[in-house]
């Protein structure tokens, strides 16, 4: 590619100017520093349009950075800048292809674009967007922000930014596209193979036109697309997705009515808030070879269908609500899944509680609800409990999977630095009471890890009881909340080391500067 490049260089260099140092009325003394020194100067100047900008300082300039196989726009560009810049862009590769001999090398094509911009308009991404499937040979990604003035518009009008259509990249091999939610229609293009593209991610589009995204992504036109992230995306309806290629693919907030995916090779599959609670799922998966599997979505085993999945290792449910009332669709559809698969090695469940106290006397307690787990040996339990009491919940859940050998508790972490609260004295969170006297033992569970440990008399109470029923247990990793500080994590480790057994191995961590974890040496 290096050779490439210099052979394209060369002809830049020798390739007529528009203008010249006479007309310029001066000498160019940039135009003669050699090839190579010029590039490195593009290299520094950090974005596209910087340097689109700075071609007039040198006859070759606008020549030459076509030659770049990276073009960035970073944000703070305006983005009606973009397509003025892309146009230079293939102007410049057109002079170049125009120039070259019969035994030259080919001009190097763009192998990475990266468009970060605020709010855009959609002539200004139908001007651009076809100039960058005409020479793009690598990844794509495109990103909007809304600006802020526009984020308190009121205006249905004001928040429609047109509609634009995605022109086909042929040689692309990555497109992503993050746009602000609802704010751009978008249509796929009817025609063309997207021939070596291999990751598609899609994000805040509102769909329309002939062509679907079923079509769009499936073999035919996708036969190399191995990752399809698609997120909060309006218009899709019923997506048909049958891909050879396919290994991973997430649907996130996409208002499905039916969903269809017939991938051979597919080894994780995610589907999060896409069907409405307000009618049946309708979903038929054929993937025989699925490891992962994360239905965070409404379940019902008469209208979805997962075919034989005997490699399934892991399995990921919605939140099973704790304290409510009686009958809760989200409940259902949590327990039904659990009851459908016999094993899986790993399991992601997520019981949440309500985030006030006011009115949770008139609630029930719900986990009678869940009746039965899959046959696993690794289960990892987020805990949403908003200071409230999780040792009866999880108690009900470790009845359930005796022969667990990994435990993994994550408490919900809250972005900000306040200290964690614990509930009214009485609250019925704490009932059953049956957790605090009987016996229980997890016979066969070796490692326990605990991140964000909140330090509230409820936790304490659980994870003493813990060492209890973990009678096997080697080691035991504790993260402590970002909100604890060097004082009080001494205290609870201090705490925490009182009812642990000399034979367990027990780490403690504390985070600095909010998101790096290091290693807790209590004090003696």
């Given at each position: 590619?290096?050779?490439?490049?210099?052979?394209?260089?060369?002809r830049?260099k020798?390739?007529p100017?528009?203008?010249?140092?006479?007309?310029?009325?001066?000498?160019?003394?940039l135009?003669?520093?050699?090839?190579?020194?010029?590039?490195r100067?593009?290299?520094?100047?950090?974005?596209?349009e910087?340097?689109?900008r700075?071609?007039?300082l040198?006859r070759?300039?606008?020549?030459?950075?076509?030659?770049?196989?990276?073009l960035?726009f970073?944000?703070?560009?305006?983005?009606?800048?973009?397509?003025?810049?892309?146009a230079?862009?293939d102007?410049?590769h057109?002079?170049?292809d125009?120039?070259?001999g019969?035994?030259?090398?080919?001009?190097?094509?763009?192998?990475?674009?990266?468009?970060?911009?605020?709010r855009?308009?959609?002539?200004?991404?139908?001007?651009?967007?076809?100039?960058?499937?005409r020479?793009?040979?690598?990844?794509?990604?495109?990103?909007e922000?809304?600006?802020?003035?526009?984020?308190e518009e009121?205006?249905?009008?004001?928040r429609?930014?047109?509609?634009?259509?995605?022109?086909?990249?042929?040689r692309?091999?990555?497109?992503?596209?993050?746009?602000v939610?609802?704010?751009?229609?978008?249509?796929?293009?009817?025609?063309?193979?997207?021939?070596?593209?291999?990751?598609?991610?899609?994000d805040?589009?509102?769909?329309?036109?002939?062509?679907t995204l079923?079509?769009?992504?499936?073999?035919?036109?996708?036969p190399?697309?191995?990752?399809?992230?698609?997120?909060?995306?309006?218009?899709?309806?019923?997506?048909?997705?049958?891909s050879?290629?396919?290994?991973?693919?997430?649907l996130?907030?996409?208002?499905?009515q039916?969903?269809?995916?017939?991938a051979?090779?597919?080894?994780?599959?995610?589907?999060?808030?896409?069907?409405?609670?307000?009618?049946?799922?309708?979903?038929?998966i054929s993937?025989?070879?699925?490891?992962?599997?994360?239905?965070?979505?409404?379940?019902?085993?008469?209208?979805?269908?997962?075919?034989?999945?005997s490699?399934?290792?892991?399995l990921?449910?919605?939140?099973f609500?704790?304290?409510?009332?009686?009958?809760?669709?989200?409940?259902?559809?949590?327990?039904?899944?659990l009851?459908?698969?016999?094993?899986?090695q790993?399991?992601?469940l997520?019981?949440?509680?309500?985030?006030?106290?006011?009115?949770?006397?008139?609630?029930?307690?719900?986990?009678?609800?869940?009746?039965?787990?899959?046959?696993?040996?690794?289960?990892?339990?987020?805990?949403?409990?908003?200071g409230?009491?999780f040792?009866a919940?999880s108690f009900?859940v470790f009845r359930?999977?005796?022969?667990?050998?990994?435990?993994?508790?994550?408490?919900?972490n809250?972005?900000?630095?306040?200290?964690?609260?614990e509930?009214?004295?009485?609250?019925?969170?704490?009932?059953?009471?049956?957790?605090?006297?009987?016996e229980?033992?997890?016979?066969?569970?070796?490692?326990?890890?605990?991140?964000?440990?909140p330090?509230?008399e409820?936790d304490?109470a659980?994870?003493?009881?813990?060492f209890?029923?973990?009678?096997?247990?080697?080691?035991v990793t504790?993260?402590f909340?970002?909100?604890?500080?060097?004082?009080?994590?001494?205290?609870?480790?201090?705490r925490?080391?009182?009812?642990?057994?000399?034979?367990?191995?027990v780490?403690?961590?504390?985070?600095?500067?909010?998101?790096?974890?290091?290693?807790?040496?209590?004090?003696?």
């Open positions: 590619m290096e050779e490439g490049r210099e052979t394209a260089a060369k830049a020798d390739c100017s528009p203008t010249s140092a006479g007309e310029e009325g001066g000498e160019d003394h135009s003669a520093l050699p090839d190579d020194i010029l590039l100067i593009f290299h520094t100047l950090g974005s596209a910087t340097a689109a700075t071609s007039v040198s070759r300039w606008l020549r030459l950075w076509a030659l770049q196989p990276a960035s970073f944000f703070g560009a305006r983005h009606d800048k973009v397509p003025a810049a892309l230079a862009l102007a410049a057109a002079a170049l125009a120039a070259r019969d035994d030259d090398e080919a001009t190097p094509p763009l192998r990475f674009l990266v468009v970060f911009v605020s855009s308009s959609a002539e200004s991404l139908q001007a651009w967007l076809p100039i960058a499937a020479r793009l040979a690598g990844d794509l990604h495109f990103i922000i809304p600006r802020h003035e526009e984020e009121g205006d249905e009008a004001a429609d930014g047109g509609a634009f259509e995605l022109p086909c990249f042929e692309a091999t990555a497109i992503s596209l993050e746009l939610r609802g704010f751009h229609g978008l249509s796929l293009p009817p025609t063309g193979v997207f021939a070596r593209l291999t990751n598609f991610h899609l805040g589009a509102r769909l329309h036109g002939p062509c079923g079509e769009a992504v499936s073999s035919p036109r996708c190399t697309l191995r990752r399809l992230s698609i997120v909060s995306v309006g218009g899709i309806g019923n997506l048909a997705v049958h050879d290629s396919l290994l991973e693919m997430e996130k907030g996409c208002e499905l039916q969903l269809t995916v017939a051979p090779a597919l080894i994780k599959l995610t589907v999060f808030l896409c069907f409405s609670s307000a009618t049946r799922p309708v979903a038929d993937a025989p070879e699925l490891v992962t599997l994360g239905w965070r979505d409404a379940y019902d085993p008469t209208s979805v269908h997962f075919g034989e999945m490699q399934l290792q892991w990921g449910t919605s939140f609500i704790v304290y409510g009332q009686p009958g809760l669709a989200q409940n259902l559809d949590c327990a039904r899944l009851q459908h698969f016999e094993a899986v790993a399991l992601n997520v019981l949440a509680y309500m985030s006030s106290m006011e009115g949770m006397q008139d609630h029930n307690y719900l986990m009678e609800e869940m009746t039965r787990l899959p046959d696993i040996r690794f289960l990892t339990l987020f805990l949403l409990t908003t409230h009491s040792g919940s009900h359930m999977c005796t022969g667990i050998r990994k435990l993994m508790l994550t408490f919900n809250p972005t900000d630095m306040e200290v964690p609260t509930c009214a004295s009485g609250c019925i969170c704490d009932q059953p009471t049956n957790w605090k006297t009987e229980l033992v997890l016979r066969r569970l070796e490692d326990i890890e605990i991140q964000y440990f330090g509230t409820n304490f659980l994870v003493e009881r813990l209890s029923w973990a009678a096997v247990v080697k080691t504790i993260s909340n970002r909100s604890i500080t060097g004082s009080m994590a001494n205290e609870f480790c201090q925490i080391l009182g009812f642990s057994r000399p034979e367990i191995c780490k403690f961590y504390v985070y600095h500067n909010i998101c790096q974890r290091v290693l807790y040496v209590p004090e003696d």
